[in-house]
């Protein structure tokens, strides 16, 4: 998809055109699409009461559950309620979604304030999974389910496993749990170490201490988003070790 200027004011009949061929949706309301695009920091900039997509990402969070989740109860009528959530939560985890938005070019569209652009938050997987989920929240609010519903459809098509499988994979967080057990015998522990930010737009430090003493700190739009940020940090300097280890 075209980049485009990351400074400016798409107009939101510009964003719909470009997005809803991708959704296979047509936007009654197009502003509700603008609006899912719109990032705290840019609000914040512009001050005079702007709105951002804070409130949608909290409705799109449970609009993208529910679809996936009616999704996966009907293709997968012989599997237990354990696997359907593990195939549930690898494809609505921060990661999965952040590709999926990335996919269909969202990160280009995004109105995001100077400072957050500068600190990269265009490429930052919390902020582009929150605005994919918002984007959702925007085809329902306009649309209702059923066009959300198939949205989803669309928008995962080529991710949807073939089969129910206890192999599906895992989130980082259970997995730095099992490489940790394997390696160590423990598990790893993880402590909230604070927030910062106002109410609407908090960011949240969690950090994962590994039983050998190593330590690694991430930050998140909640915690799990956090817990999740170091365990991936973690697992990955584990296996660098591991792979330089068997070269």
């Given at each position: 998809?075209?980049?485009?200027?990351?400074?400016?004011?798409?107009?939101?009949?510009?964003?719909a055109k470009l997005l809803e061929p991708v959704l296979g949706y047509?936007?009654?309301?197009?502003?509700?699409?603008?609006?899912?695009?719109?990032?705290?920091?840019?609000?914040?900039?512009?001050?005079?009461?702007?709105?951002?997509?804070?409130?949608?990402?909290?409705?799109?969070?449970?609009?993208?559950?529910?679809c996936v989740s009616a999704q996966l109860y009907r293709r997968f009528?012989?599997?237990?309620?354990?696997?359907?959530?593990?195939?549930?939560?690898?494809?609505?985890?921060?990661?999965?979604?952040?590709?999926?938005?990335?996919?269909?070019?969202?990160?280009?569209?995004?109105?995001?304030?100077?400072?957050?652009?500068?600190?990269?938050?265009?490429?930052?997987?919390?902020?582009?999974?929150?605005?994919?989920?918002?984007?959702?929240?925007?085809?329902?609010?306009?649309?209702?389910?059923?066009?959300?519903?198939?949205?989803?459809?669309?928008?995962?098509?080529?991710?949807?496993?073939?089969?129910?499988?206890?192999?599906?994979?895992?989130?980082?967080?259970?997995?730095?749990?099992?490489?940790?057990?394997?390696?160590?015998?423990?598990?790893?522990?993880?402590?909230?170490?604070?927030?910062?930010?106002?109410?609407?737009?908090?960011?949240?430090?969690?950090?994962?201490?590994?039983?050998?003493?190593?330590?690694?700190?991430?930050?998140?739009?909640?915690?799990?988003?956090?817990?999740?940020?170091?365990?991936?940090?973690?697992?990955?300097?584990?296996?660098?070790?591991?792979?330089?280890?068997?070269?």
């Amino acid at each position: 998809m075209q980049n485009f200027d990351a400074s400016s004011n798409m107009p939101p009949k510009t964003a719909a055109k470009l997005l809803e061929p991708v959704l296979g949706y047509t936007f009654i309301r197009p502003e509700l699409l603008d609006l899912a695009l719109t990032h705290s920091s840019w609000a914040n900039e512009c001050g005079m009461g702007q709105n951002h997509n804070e409130r949608l990402e909290f409705l799109g969070d449970a609009v993208l559950e529910l679809c996936v989740s009616a999704q996966l109860y009907r293709r997968f009528p012989d599997a237990r309620e354990g696997e359907l959530t593990k195939m549930r939560a690898h494809l609505v985890s921060t990661v999965s979604l952040a590709e999926r938005a990335r996919k269909i070019g969202l990160d280009t569209l995004l109105k995001l304030g100077r400072g957050e652009e500068s600190q990269g938050g265009r490429t930052r997987d919390g902020v582009l999974s929150d605005a994919f989920e918002a984007m959702l929240a925007a085809v329902y609010e306009d649309g209702g389910f059923d066009a959300a519903r198939e949205a989803v459809a669309r928008l995962f098509a080529d991710r949807w496993p073939t089969a129910a499988s206890k192999t599906m994979p895992k989130d980082y967080k259970t997995r730095l749990q099992e490489t940790s057990q394997q390696q160590f015998g423990e598990a790893p522990l993880y402590t909230r170490l604070g927030s910062n930010g106002p109410e609407h737009a908090k960011v949240f430090e969690i950090g994962v201490k590994l039983p050998d003493g190593r330590e690694f700190v991430a930050t998140g739009s909640s915690c799990k988003k956090a817990e999740q940020n170091a365990a991936q940090q973690a697992l990955d300097m584990l296996e660098t070790a591991k792979s330089t280890k068997n070269s």
